[in-house]
T-cell receptor, first 112, second 115 residues
Framework: DGGITQSPKYLFRKEGQNVTLSCEQNLNHDAMYWYRQDPGQGLRLIYYSQIVNDFQKGDIAEGYSVSREKKESFPLTVTSAQKNPTAFYLCASSPLLSDTQYFGPGTRLTVL | AQSVTQLGSHVSVSEGALVLLRCNYSSSVPPYLFWYVQYPNQGLQLLLKYTTGATLVKGINGFEAEFKKSETSFHLTKPSAHMSDAAEYFC?????????????FGKGTKLSVIP
């Protein structure tokens, strides 16, 4: 089955701890994206990557970091510098130069 | 720069009634427009998209949307609501930047269907 997996579905962390969210795709897509979703705010782009070992900041990159060592994987680290990390995080992917993005099921992060 | 405005954060309709979810966009280049649906605690699923050509676009689950350039609108409709349509709907606009299509989303409209 082709698709995008995000793990874990729910994640709880203490304030001040870094946490890494996993995103894996077996669709052979070149581009991958991370979005943050807050109630009533829509989705906001954190980072995106079009190719292995390259990534670009989105609209709200502060306090986040990413890596793209493999085509199929694009993990997101929420650092202690992110002031309000509690949110629903969505990963997406698309073929390069495609207008359509496909989304994973999301990870809900709660910082206590 | 591009932006999306969805009128109404919450819309309620009766089962069997018309569904109309409004979306207006702003874009400095010809837009690509999308509607996505999200069920609780799930990811987004593409309902339909407009890129070029026919301005009336049909999507999945009986939804359709019409691109009206003069009104900068891309409203989503369905003739008869089902209980299963209850979800949150997001309108998005895309433009190509450095070879990557970046989506800008509206804030979403939560649709409730009353039995």
């Amino acid at each position: 089955d082709g698709g995008i997996t995000q793990s874990p579905k729910y994640l709880f962390r203490k304030e001040g701890q870094n946490v890494t969210l996993s995103c894996e795709q077996n669709l052979n897509h070149d581009a991958m994206y991370w979005y943050r979703q807050d109630p009533g705010q829509g989705l906001r782009l954190i980072y995106y990557s079009q190719i292995v070992n390259d990534f670009q900041k989105g609209d709200i990159a502060e306090g986040y970091s990413v890596s793209r060592e493999k085509k199929e994987s694009f993990p997101l680290t929420v650092t202690s510098a992110q002031k309000n990390p509690t949110a629903f995080y969505l990963c997406a992917s698309s073929p390069l130069l495609s207008d359509t993005q496909y989304f994973g099921p999301g990870t809900r992060l709660t910082v206590l | 720069a591009q932006s999306v405005t969805q009128l109404g954060s919450h819309v309620s309709v009766s089962e069997g009634a018309l569904v109309l979810l409004r979306c207006n966009y702003s874009s400095s280049v010809p837009p690509y427009l999308f509607w996505y649906v999200q069920y609780p605690n799930q990811g987004l699923q593409l309902l339909l998209k407009y890129t070029t050509g026919a301005t009336l676009v049909k999507g999945i689950n009986g939804f359709e949307a019409e691109f009206k350039k003069s009104e900068t609108s891309f409203h989503l409709t369905k003739p008869s609501a089902h209980m299963s349509d209850a979800a949150e709907y997001f309108c998005a606009v895309s433009s190509s930047g450095a070879g990557s299509y970046q989506l800008t989303f509206g804030k979403g409209t939560k649709l409730s269907v009353i039995p």
